[in-house]
């Protein structure tokens, strides 16, 4: 009995593993919006790291999350690190490479509760006064990864996670857009005030001789 209980138990560790290794290599979420408010003032938002407290999805489940910056402060070379509780767990991320109103290519490091990397992508088109913000994550899938797809949806969860970051980004963007100060416009010329330049020579007609000593 006790063999033929081993034998199915060998049968379907065999069968699942069969079955993970079906699964794709890499998961690619992907999610979008449409932000009223122009490339520059997204782009401010996505380029530097410590902006990301404004919209991250993630920051509000750890308020209480550790937080480095190293390297530049925004652009190519930027890092942070943060460590929080289960919620959020202990990561990396370094910006690649940016191009101003245009997009923002990220590494993510996983460190804990399990380790991975993948890429990140904000990418920023124009699109009438606004603009189309798609953010994008391409992540390598090894077996434990595969094995935890089979029982969750990864577009779902993550994608979940994306459409609340994007909103809270749209909502930061286009606050900071009303809130931005206008150019106040150069002031006319006052007609009835007169030109500095006659302010400052001498009353009289300037072509006068001096007035002749009395005594």
């Known amino acids: 009995m006790l063999k033929k209980i081993l034998i199915v138990l060998a049968v379907l560790i065999v069968g699942f593993v069969a079955l993970v290794a079906t699964r794709p290599d890499v998961t690619t979420v992907e999610r979008s919006v449409v932000v009223d408010a122009p490339p520059t003032v997204v782009f401010d938002y996505v380029n530097d790291f410590r ?47 940016s191009k101003p109103g245009a997009f923002v290519r990220i590494e993510l490091e996983f460190i804990e509760p399990w380790a991975s990397k993948n890429e990140t992508t904000f990418t920023l088109t124009p ?9 994008s994550s391409t992540f390598e899938n090894n077996f434990m990864s595969k094995a935890f797809g089979l029982f969750v949806d ?16 749209k909502a930061a963007a286009e606050k900071s857009k009303v809130a931005a100060p206008m150019a106040a ?5 006052d007609a009835g005030m007169a030109d500095p330049a006659d ?10 001789a001096p007035a002749a000593d009395a005594g």
């Open 51 to 97: 902006q990301w407290a404004a919209w991250s999805p993630w920051d509000a489940l750890d308020p209480e999350q550790k937080k480095t910056f190293e390297g530049p402060e925004t652009g190519k070379g930027a890092i942070t690190t943060w460590s929080g509780n289960d919620k959020v767990g202990k990561g990396k991320m370094t910006i690649l490479e």
């Open 127 to 135: 699109e009438g006064d606004g603009t189309k913000v798609v953010w």
């Open 154 to 169: 990864m577009d779902s969860m993550i994608g979940g996670d994306f459409e609340k970051g994007l909103a809270s980004l």
């Open 185 to 189: 416009p150069a002031a006319a010329p």
């Open 199 to 208: 302010a400052a020579a001498p009353a009289g007609d300037a072509g006068a």
